[in-house]
């Protein structure tokens, strides 16, 4: 869009769209302005509440007021937006990042972009600029706080750690007591088995043990079976004979 000069009246109140318009020679100068949105990266290094200093890079997409070019030029210029935003961005950066903690611009980021987005625009408001996305693109630490927070994670491993031991600890023992206990329960009840069947629970489980033996020889095939007598060999050679 345009705006004209003109040389007794200066800036014209008036806007002018694409196209072909009258104009008084050497009196009326016309001046074509950008009425697209515009984006702009905005970095400032600043200081968190908590002392910390963090480098904190935002994008900013901005359009003039189109109703307002005359006035935007009157004031500011055809460069408006370098005349504008870069000052007005470290400005609201600087205000709301010393409202919290380093790790709160980690927790909270999403908030705190908004909270930005919103005082960037209404401080744009005042120059008649309009700001149609306000984002954090970029957000780093100095070296102190970052190795802070790597010794801070190891520690946490750490403890993470011993609190599984202790729980591991504490789950073996209680399953000791609970088998010290089956184990108690269970010889109780056998000494009261003897007491009402007096030897004869003895023999029935010497009987099922030998059993047990019994049937693992019959299937091992390393396992010959010999005559309980001496005669072997004289039985052999009586055949023979």
Do not use: C, W
């Not at 000069?5 to 800036?11: H, I, L, S, T």
């Not at 625009?121 to 954090?136: Q, Y």
């Not at 102190?144 to 609190?163: L, Y």
């Not at 099922?208 to 005669?231: F, G, I, M, Q, W």
């Amino acid at each position: 869009m345009q705006v004209v000069f003109d040389r007794f009246q200066g800036v014209m109140k008036k806007t002018y769209k694409e196209g072909t318009h009258p104009m008084i020679p050497f009196l009326q100068v016309p001046v074509v302005m950008d009425v697209r949105t515009t984006p702009r990266v905005i970095n400032s290094v600043t200081g968190t509440k908590d002392l910390q200093m963090v480098n904190i890079s935002l994008r900013v997409l901005s359009r003039p007021l189109e109703d307002e070019l005359p006035e935007i030029y009157r004031q500011l210029g055809v460069d408006f937006n370098d005349r504008v935003l870069p000052s007005l961005g470290n400005e609201v950066l600087k205000a709301v990042v010393a409202q919290y903690n380093a790790e709160e611009l980690l927790s909270k980021r999403a908030a705190i972009s908004k909270q930005i987005r919103d005082t960037l625009t209404e401080r744009a408001k005042n120059f008649n600029l309009i700001l149609d996305d306000v984002a954090i693109t970029h957000l780093t630490f100095g070296r102190e706080f970052t190795k802070a927070i790597e010794h801070k994670q190891v520690a946490q491993q750490d403890a993470e750690r011993q609190r599984f031991l202790v729980q591991k600890a504490d789950q073996e023992r209680q399953a000791s007591i609970i088998r010290a206990e089956g184990e108690a329960e269970a010889a109780s009840l056998i000494s009261g088995a003897l007491k009402v069947a007096g030897n004869g629970l003895i023999e029935v489980r010497r009987i099922d043990t030998a059993k047990e033996v019994a049937e693992a020889l019959a299937s091992s095939r390393n396992v010959t079976y010999l005559p309980a007598n001496n005669n072997m060999l004289l039985n052999i050679g009586g055949k023979a004979q």
